[in-house]
């Protein structure tokens, strides 16, 4: 059984993995990164889940990696045991994952976050790579996938100063999919995987697919990908029964065949 996260099946189709170690404002030790990587995966093998969405608490989503585990490791430690290359597992996870960011973001939480798919934060959220102030600096994705989102000159000021945004400037950035009221933001979380999960899964697993290659290609290369995969949608029921259903004028039923 997992200690420092809760896993549950709120509704059909849609998986919730809430980090709970609320009194280290869910600083992310070896344990939540094993934890958190092993339900994600679990919950990706399952052909019932469509969504995933992760979450934190009402004060942090998390803090960042877990500074007192972090304070005694030496080089040769943090080397040899590869340290944050696990989160990489996340990332292999084909469900579509939604962040649902209330509070800090901060450092590796921020790093988690932007790992997801759809990033949903409430009013009260507060993202920043503040590494630099601990005299290190991003070591969980952080420079790369922030400054893919919002550009180098933000990026450059975040990593450098170690300031905190708030979510109206991570908004404008890019940074954030939407910003909901914190009393409502796990609803909406939940409303949104539900959604996703109501397509058809290979779809929805496809568009990920795609998406993501933006990061990892040029463009030329990222198109050829999108409209191979998009040839690949024809080879579905799901696609069959999506257009049956729009010139029928009904609602489609997919079976995620
Ligand atoms: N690691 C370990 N413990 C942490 C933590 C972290 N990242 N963040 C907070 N905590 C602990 C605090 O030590 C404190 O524990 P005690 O009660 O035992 O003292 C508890 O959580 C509550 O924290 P505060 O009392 O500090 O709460 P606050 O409301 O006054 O401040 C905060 C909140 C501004 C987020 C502050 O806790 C803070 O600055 N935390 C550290 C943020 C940070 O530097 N994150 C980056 C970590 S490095 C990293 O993430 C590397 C990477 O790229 C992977």
């Not at 304070?71 to 962040?99: C, K």
């Amino acid at each position: 059984m997992p200690e420092t996260i809760l896993v549950t099946r709120p509704a059909p189709g849609v998986g919730l993995i809430t980090l709970n170690r609320p009194k280290a404002l869910n600083a992310l030790n070896q344990q939540v990164l094993a934890e958190v990587t092993e339900a994600a995966a679990e919950l990706d093998r399952d052909r019932e889940i469509g969504a995933i969405v992760l979450t934190g608490s009402a004060k942090a989503f998390a803090a960042g990696a877990d500074i007192k585990e972090m304070q005694p490791q030496s080089f040769s430690d943090v080397y040899a045991a590869d340290w944050f290359a696990g989160w990489d597992a996340l990332t292999r996870v084909r469900t579509p994952l939604i962040a649902a960011v209330a509070g800090y973001a901060l450092g590796g939480g921020c790093e988690l976050a932007m790992m997801c798919d759809v990033l949903l934060a409430a009013d009260t959220a507060k993202f920043g790579q503040p590494e630099i102030t601990l005299g290190v600096i991003p070591g969980m994705g952080g420079s790369q996938r922030l400054t893919r989102a919002v550009g180098k000159a933000k990026a450059m000021d975040l990593c450098l100063t170690g300031r905190m945004m708030d979510v109206e400037e991570a908004e404008r950035a890019g940074l954030v999919s939407r910003i909901v009221p914190a009393g409502s933001l796990l609803d909406e979380a939940l409303a949104t995987a539900e959604k996703i999960a109501g397509m058809s899964t290979p779809a929805a697993m496809m568009a990920k697919e795609a998406v993501n290659r933006a990061f990892e290609t040029g463009l030329t290369e990222g198109i050829l990908f999108e409209r191979r995969v998009f040839h690949g949608t024809f080879a579905t029921a799901d696609q069959k029964e999506g257009m049956a259903a729009f010139t029928e004028k009904r609602k489609p039923t997919f079976t995620n065949c």
